[in-house]
């Protein structure tokens, strides 16, 4: 009897621990789970935190408290200062002043003695740049009116066409309003201060908006031209950045080459805002961007990769992550600049089929070192597919916690992305190889595309139409002003599209625009 009961409690003892058993196993599977999760967001932090502006594509202003940056760039053993051959600018006399003051001597220093009909042995020639002391001319125009002794009708003088108010601002004045919002980033009551302090003319913001309105509606048929002259060249550069329009987030995107620049602004960033501006739909060339999918979509162009951009994330892998490869790669794709660099100094215009076959080949080689220092790294097993069920949509719709498991894609590491990204588009990453005109960096568009957001974004949508050695003409069309003081909006968009064209002190086209100054300007 006593072994049956022994037995009897054994078999309870041992449901019990089996069940006991069966519950810390469900714990310990819960825990691992949860490490497995805490280890991958405390990774995720961590590689956040160890990026910066040379290892990714923050910006400078974004960065984290960290120790200074380290530049991309190599020494270039120069000492700093002027290099030899540099031509200085000096301020120089001019041969006919507009002003001479003559300081005659009266006495001599030494006995008093009256020198005032001496004639001088020599002049000492200093002179003085100084702004005139009445900034404003006032010009009025008197048109005569006459009767005629014969047959007593009235004739009245015309006035010129450009004039045709009362009281009105000339073309020079206009020039430099829109000059200081457009192209100096100025809010549009500063603007109007700053030509009150300096000029004289009380101008109102509502004035000047207009005077910019109206600049832009004459500008109009330059963005035509500026459109059909991007599509036809042999490269094109884009990029994209977001801002704030009047509360509400907005994207600036640039296309530009060389000599040439449109800016488009749409509340859409991918393929929906490029066929609004519609310059890549006849463009034929090499369109350079940082690899945002929708360019890709147009398939008819060849495409270039920022290398810079591929720089900062194989820099990040190979710091950080102790990624052999990407230093490697990174230093594989210097060399290639270099040697493009060099033959382009002893005037080549591409590069020998044998030698891009060889860098081609070193190229594969450290991909495939890539691939195969995952290997000993598996990705984890995906769950198994689950049949989809429909979903409630509605008030009544189930809640996220109620809802049933979808399939969920397993993501890859950053390593393994970026490899696949230089092997599916190795032609774009070393198209400056094939190709000399196609730049290894898409520089040309982010220096553009800084004009979209001058100190710190506080100027959203800044587009320039100035003047000087390098004029910069703008067609925009804004909607009523909106001053705002604490954030310095300066002025809203109602167009989805603008545009700005830049001359280099020789202009590449022969377009009368290409001779327009404040003196001359036909567009108020």
């Given amino acids: 009897m006593r072994?049956?009961?022994?037995?009897?409690?054994?078999?309870?003892?041992?449901?019990?621990?089996?069940?006991?058993?069966?519950?810390?196993?469900?714990?310990?599977?819960?825990?691992?789970?949860?490490?497995?999760?805490?280890?991958?967001?405390?990774?995720?932090l961590r590689d956040q935190l160890a990026k910066d502006s040379h290892n990714s594509h923050l910006p400078p202003s974004?960065?984290?408290?960290?120790?200074?940056?380290?530049?991309?760039?190599?020494?270039?053993?120069?000492?700093?200062?002027?290099?030899?051959?540099?031509?200085?600018?000096?301020?120089?006399?001019?041969?006919?002043?507009?002003?001479?003051?003559?300081?005659?001597?009266?006495?001599?220093?030494?006995?008093?003695?009256?020198l005032t009909q001496v004639p001088p042995l020599s002049v000492q020639r200093r002179q003085v740049l100084d702004l005139p002391i009445k900034g404003v001319v006032v010009v009025e125009h008197q048109a005569e009116e006459k009767c005629c002794p014969a047959c007593h009708a009235l004739t009245a003088a015309p006035f010129p066409q450009e004039v045709k108010a009362r009281v009105q601002y000339s073309a020079a004045l206009g020039a430099i309003g829109v000059y200081l919002v457009?192209?100096?980033?100025?809010?549009?009551?500063?603007?109007?201060?700053?030509?009150?302090?300096?000029?004289?003319?009380?101008?109102?913001?509502?004035?000047?908006?207009?005077?910019?309105?109206?600049?832009?509606?004459?500008?109009?048929?330059?963005?035509?031209?500026?459109?059909?002259a991007l599509a036809k060249g042999p490269v094109l550069h884009q990029d994209e950045t977001g801002c704030w329009v009047n509360k509400q987030h907005a994207y600036v995107h640039v296309s530009c080459c060389q000599t040439l620049t449109h800016y488009g602004g749409s509340s859409h960033r991918g393929k929906k805002a490029l066929e609004e501006i519609g310059l890549l739909k006849n463009f034929t060339g090499t369109c350079v961007?940082?690899?945002?999918?929708?360019?890709?979509?147009?398939?008819?162009?060849?495409?270039?990769?920022?290398?810079v951009h591929l720089l900062?994330?194989?820099?990040?892998?190979?710091?950080?992550?102790?990624?052999?490869?990407?230093?490697?790669?990174?230093?594989?794709?210097?060399?290639?600049?270099?040697?493009?660099?060099?033959?382009?100094?002893?005037?080549?215009?591409?590069?020998?089929?044998?030698?891009?076959?060889?860098?081609?080949?070193r190229y594969r080689d450290l991909l495939k070192q890539g691939y195969q220092a995952h290997q000993d790294q598996p990705l984890p097993a995906k769950p198994p597919p689950k049949p989809r069920e429909k979903v409630r949509r509605g008030r009544n719709s189930p809640k996220k916690s109620q809802a049933p498991n979808r399939q969920t894609k397993v993501a890859q590491s950053p390593s393994l992305n970026l490899l696949d990204r230089l092997?599916?588009?190795?032609?774009?990453?070393?198209?400056?190889?094939?190709?000399?005109?196609?730049?290894?960096?898409?520089?040309?568009?982010?220096?553009?595309?800084?004009?979209?957001?001058?100190?710190?974004k506080r100027f959203p949508?800044?587009?320039?139409?100035?003047?000087?050695?390098?004029?910069?003409?703008?067609?925009?069309?804004i909607s009523p002003v909106c001053v705002n003081r604490a954030c310095r909006y300066s002025r809203l968009w109602s167009r989805p599209c603008l545009v700005i064209l830049c001359f280099q002190p020789s202009p590449p086209l022969d377009w009368p625009l290409a001779?327009?100054?404040?003196?001359?300007?036909p567009f108020f």
């Fill in 182 to 228: 457009q192209q100096q980033v100025l809010p549009y009551e500063r603007a109007c201060e700053l030509m009150l302090d300096l000029l004289g003319v009380s101008m109102s913001s509502g004035e000047l908006a207009a005077l910019v309105q109206r600049a832009a509606k004459e500008l109009e048929p330059v963005e035509a031209e500026i459109c059909g």
């Fill in 423 to 456: 092997t599916k588009y190795e032609e774009a990453v070393l198209a400056f190889l094939s190709d000399f005109r196609v730049p290894f960096s898409n520089n040309q568009a982010e220096r553009d595309l800084r004009m979209s957001h001058p100190c710190n």
């Fill in 312 to 361: 900062r994330d194989l820099t990040f892998l190979g710091e950080e992550k102790n990624q052999v490869w990407a230093a490697l790669m990174a230093d594989l794709l210097l060399e290639m600049k270099q040697a493009v660099l060099q033959l382009q100094e002893v005037g080549q215009t591409q590069m020998r089929e044998e030698e891009v076959a060889d860098w081609r080949t």
């Fill in 289 to 307: 961007h940082d690899s945002w999918l929708s360019y890709f979509r147009y398939s008819h162009c060849k495409h270039g990769l920022c290398n």
């Fill in 461 to 477: 949508a800044a587009f320039a139409l100035g003047l000087g050695c390098r004029p910069f003409v703008a067609s925009e069309a």
């Fill in 62 to 114: 974004a960065q984290r408290f960290r120790r200074q940056p380290k530049s991309l760039r190599k020494k270039s053993g120069k000492k700093p200062g002027g290099q030899p051959g540099h031509r200085g600018n000096t301020l120089m006399q001019v041969a006919c002043p507009d002003t001479v003051i003559v300081h005659e001597v009266q006495t001599c220093v030494q006995c008093k003695l009256d």
């Fill in 515 to 521: 001779r327009f100054s404040i003196a001359s300007s």
């Fill in 3 to 44: 072994q049956k009961e022994e037995i009897t409690l054994l078999l309870e003892e041992n449901a019990r621990l089996r069940e006991e058993n069966s519950k810390l196993l469900v714990q310990v599977n819960d825990l691992s789970k949860q490490v497995k999760d805490l280890s991958g967001q405390v990774e995720r």
